[in-house]
């Protein structure tokens, strides 16, 4: 079942300020980012606008974000009004939404998961290609698809747990199930294969696909022994990767 996230929202905003989520996940896109500074930056399944933000105050001269669900969309933009730091919001699916400029990032934290097929993973490759300009580049993460259904409990630990019934072939749902203070919720992505991915991505004529392990700031290690994180980083349930547009 596609998840809904109109009906969500406020719970997925909540489930970004989990220690994991900034520890490991944001920082490690972060580095993959590097200095944006200038750069015009689009922001694909932007949700609440989390990254939005981050990738205006990282430097970005330009920043949108896009995504399905108007519940989310209205969020980033109270946010907006709240504390506003230029960013523009539109309500759309990414693979048919028409954009008249190109940018010279396209950022995407969960989207191509939401792929239930090949065809509809090629065509949000295809989207994020048609909006990169010659030499930009595609920074996601997305669940892991090398991740092993035994391995599925790993994040507990970190406020989330992934369920599968059935075999893992593509197409088939993965449940994440966030655990918060107040009682849980589910998302729903979708396996592919790794292979799948990277030929949807070249298909696109994006190259240079580089898959990044995760890895955890500082701070984290600060907070939290290294012994917290040691799971998650031998058998990481998500993924990082970044591309070029040719």
């Known amino acids: 079942m596609t998840t809904n996230y109109d009906y969500i929202a406020d719970k997925y905003k909540e489930s970004k300020l989990e220690g994991w989520r900034t520890y490991i996940e944001q920082y490690t896109l972060l580095q ?19 990254y939005t933000r981050v990738l205006r105050r990282l430097g970005a001269e330009s920043v949108l974000g896009v995504d399905l669900s108007q519940s989310m969309i209205d969020l980033a933009k109270a946010e907006e009004s709240r504390s506003p730091l230029g960013i523009r919001y539109l309500q759309g699916d990414a693979r048919f939404t028409a954009l008249t400029e190109s940018s010279d990032i396209v950022f995407a934290a969960y989207l191509l998961n939401y792929a239930k097929s090949p065809q509809e993973l090629l065509e949000m490759a295809q989207a994020v290609s048609s909006n990169l300009r010659s030499g930009g580049r595609f920074v996601s993460v997305n669940n892991n698809p090398d991740d092993p259904p035994s391995n599925f409990l790993v994040g507990r630990p970190y406020g989330f747990t992934k369920h599968l019934e059935g075999h893992l072939v593509e197409g088939a749902p993965i449940v994440f199930r966030f655990h918060l203070s107040e009682g849980s919720f589910d998302v729903t992505n979708y396996h592919m294969e790794k292979a799948t991915v990277e030929a949807a991505l070249f298909e696109s004529g994006l190259r240079e696909i580089r898959w990044h392990e995760p890895a955890v700031s500082p701070e984290g290690l600060r907070l939290k022994k290294a012994e917290h994180w040691a799971p998650f980083l031998a058998r990481p349930p998500v993924a990082f990767f970044e591309c070029t547009k040719l």
Do not use: N, P, R
């Open 32 to 50: 993959i980012l590097g200095d944006i500074s200038g750069k015009s930056a689009l922001d694909y399944a932007c949700g609440e606008g989390h």
